[in-house]
């Protein structure tokens, strides 16, 4: 039986301060690691930089009108950009070698794609690395996520990076990434942004993290699920890019359970995940 994450902790102000305290740090993180559009002048024009940043600011004063709108509750935009930065900042969980990069605001706004994981690739015949695009949210917002991703081997079209810079230092687009989500709860991510905070003198707490397991498992059934939903359409060239990623993560999760114990804590959202994955995308039992 799965544990999980939740519970009740941290409440009235000291969970207020933990919030903002975890937020004011996710904000450094991301700005430290934050792909910045002025650093491609050598490879597109200033104006189609200032086109690109032009268009951010314009969606940015969108969104700031319509959280104005509506009710929402004020946690609710620090968490997400706390829980972004977790993500970023435990490079460990997607493997010992692997880089997380913080997207450019374009990337960001007009692709939807918040972090990038650079992974190197495990077996022979995989030389290099790859990029995997990685979305994080909290909540049922991952249904549109998964959407947006099935649209897009329905079409055959995966998305693109714009702005990248690899650890090689190449610099320019990446064509035809493969996406997937990292969901949790609320709950999960206000205990991690508690984790993130006690990560500032032991960076082990953060990568030691229970939750990675539960990111793992979502990445390895949506790769799985997708290769099969792409395959099922016809789509077999996008069905092998999702199948070689999936090896690459399988072999990932082998290699954290030889540092860190699963303790199958897991919360409501992967259950959530998995019924959703199979039914709109028709997969059936794994």
Request: hydrophobic share 35%.
């Amino acid at each position: 039986m799965r544990s999980s994450f939740e519970g009740q902790f941290s409440k009235g102000v000291e969970r207020r301060e933990i919030i903002d305290k975890a937020y004011a740090l996710a904000q450094e993180i991301i700005k430290r690691t934050q792909i910045e559009e002025t650093d491609f002048s050598g490879i597109y024009s200033p104006e189609e930089i200032a086109k690109d940043r032009g268009y951010v600011a314009r969606r940015a004063a969108e969104f700031k009108k319509d959280l104005e709108k509506i009710e929402t509750n004020p946690e609710n935009p620090k968490l997400g950009v706390i829980f972004e930065a977790i993500v970023v900042a435990a490079r460990e969980w997607f493997g010992k070698n692997a880089q997380m990069i913080k997207t450019s605001k374009y990337d960001d706004v007009a692709n939807g794609i918040d972090v990038i994981a650079e992974l190197p690739k495990k077996e022979k015949n995989y030389a290099g690395e790859v990029g995997l695009a990685v979305d994080v949210t909290f909540s049922n917002e991952f249904e549109d996520e998964i959407d947006r991703i099935k649209k897009e081997i329905e079409e055959g079209k995966l998305p693109k990076i714009k702005y990248f810079e690899s650890r090689q230092r190449k610099k320019g687009s990446i064509p035809d990434v493969v996406r997937v989500i990292v969901c949790a709860s609320k709950e999960t991510v206000m205990k991690l942004a508690e984790t993130l905070l006690t990560a500032l003198k032991n960076p082990q707490n953060l990568f030691e993290h229970q939750f990675q397991f539960q990111a793992l498992d979502e990445i390895i059934f949506q790769l799985r699920a997708f290769e099969e939903y792409a395959r099922l359409l016809g789509k077999n060239d996008l069905a092998e890019r999702y199948k070689k990623i999936l090896t690459l993560m399988r072999v990932v999760k082998k290699e954290r359970l030889e540092t860190v114990t699963d303790q199958h804590e897991r919360d409501l959202m992967v259950d959530r995940l998995e019924d959703y994955l199979s039914s709109s995308l028709k997969t059936g039992e794994n």
